[in-house]
Structure formats: structure tokens, C-alpha cells
């Protein structure tokens, strides 16, 4: 596609399910990163990959948070016992070999955890 | 540690207005910056980014900003707004590594008709 594609765009999950979030970066792109933004903020690092490395996940909150990447292409977020404080949008991002961190964005996957 | 500041976060101005949105950074050593701007229902989307030469950097749609070392600031401004720039902003930057984006709170604008 065009551009960095997210689904589902919206997600509503009972407190200690657990929910998968996809993002397919823009073909070709070898930065793919997730960030979490809650209401009313900015966006915060959770992690990212080159390729299907990951090469920094310092920004996930707790170990119920996984990501990977295992072809170097599509990407998954996977939130496991979700609690009230996940709901946020989760972005992804993706950018070209070169170009740092200056990367396009998804629409993001709203997720509220009921 | 790495973080970036917006101070302004509502900013309501009439059409044709000038505007200046604030952006602080502190960073140690090399650091790129970014302005996106997120319209709304719509994605984050890529106004200008700095990453070193020429200190005033011009992005799409008439914006520009600013790259003051000595203040550690990167400010946004834009000569005249219009209607459809109301969306929410965002300054963001990272260092030599490349490899995350610290972002600022964010700043609404609301330009009114």
C-alpha cells in the first residue's frame, strides 16, 4: 500500500484479555517502530526494529507488552492481561534505510480496555 | 535524558494570523527535529525536519521553523494561517542514533473563519 497501514483501527477488550495489533509498514521500509499515545499527549517510544531485529524495546511499560517482526515486514504488537491503563493509540511508524527515526506514521489502533 | 517540551498547548488564532508554536529539546550531543502535524481523524504527518546545515528549515504547506542552539529551541511559525491548519502539532527529536522519536505534549490550534 501506500502507506503504513494499522488494524484493527479500533479495539475494545475486557480488562485481562489479550489483543494483537497489526501494522504493515510501507513496502520496503527497514525502520519500523511502535509508540503509545494516551489522551491528550504526545506520542512515547515503545520499541523498534531494523529488519526483523529488534534493536531497542526500552520503552515497553511492563513484560505483558511483546512485539516482533519476523520477516522484516509486517509487524505485531501483542498485549497480554490487558489492564485499564493500556488504552491509548498504538502507532507504528516506518522509515526508509538512512533516514532515522523521521519516519510516516499509521492511523493507529485505538485500544480501551473495559 | 532526552526530552522535548511544547509550552503553548491551545493556541486559538484568526485566519491570517501569524503564527509561533514553542519547542524546547534537551538532548546531549547531535539531535534531529521534527514538526508533525496531526489533522483531525487523520495521521501523523511529517511538516519539517532538521537535521543540520541551514538553521531555518522549510516544510510543506508555508511552514518553517527555526533552529536555535543557543536557546535549544526549534520554534514553528507560519506568516498566515487559514481555516484548514487547525489540527494539533507536535515537535519531536532524537539523537544520532536514529532510532526513537521523543515527542513534545503537543500544541491544538484552533484557527477560527
Known amino acids: 500500500g501506500a502507506g503504513v497501514s494499522q488494524s484493527p483501527r479500533y479495539k475494545v477488550a475486557k480488562r485481562g484479555q489479550d489483543v494483537a495489533l497489526r501494522c504493515d509498514p510501507i513496502s520496503g521500509h527497514v525502520s519500523l517502530f511502535w509508540y503509545q499515545q494516551a489522551l491528550g499527549q504526545g506520542p512515547e517510544f515503545l520499541t523498534y526494529?531494523?529488519?526483523?531485529?529488534?534493536?531497542?524495546k526500552s520503552g515497553l511499560p511492563s513484560d505483558r507488552f511483546f512485539a516482533e517482526r519476523p520477516e522484516g515486514s509486517v509487524s505485531t504488537l501483542k498485549i497480554q492481561r490487558t489492564q485499564q491503563e493500556d488504552s491509548a493509540v498504538y502507532l507504528c511508524?516506518?522509515?526508509?534505510?538512512?533516514?532515522?527515526?523521521?519516519?510516516?506514521f499509521g492511523q493507529g489502533t485505538r485500544l480501551t480496555v473495559v | 535524558a532526552q526530552s522535548v517540551s511544547q509550552h503553548n498547548h491551545h493556541v486559538i488564532l484568526s485566519e491570517a494570523a501569524s503564527l509561533e508554536l514553542g519547542c524546547n529539546y534537551s538532548y546531549g550531543g547531535t539531535v534531529n527535529l521534527f514538526w508533525y502535524v496531526q489533522y483531525p481523524g487523520q495521521h501523523l504527518q511529517l511538516l519539517l525536519k532538521?537535521?543540520?546545515?541551514?538553521?531555518l528549515v522549510k516544510g510543506i504547506k508555508g511552514f518553517e521553523a527555526e533552529f536555535i542552539k543557543s536557546k535549544f529551541s526549534f520554534n514553528l511559525r507560519k506568516p498566515s494561517v487559514q481555516w484548514s491548519d487547525t489540527a494539533e502539532y507536535f515537535c519531536a527529536g532524537d539523537g544520532e542514533a536514529g532510532n526513537m522519536l521523543t515527542f513534545g505534549g503537543g500544541t491544538r490550534l484552533m484557527v477560527k473563519p
Open positions: 526494529f531494523q529488519n526483523e531485529a529488534q534493536l531497542d
Open positions: 532538521y537535521f543540520s546545515g541551514d538553521p
Open positions: 511508524a516506518s522509515s526508509p534505510r538512512g533516514q532515522g527515526s523521521g519516519a510516516f
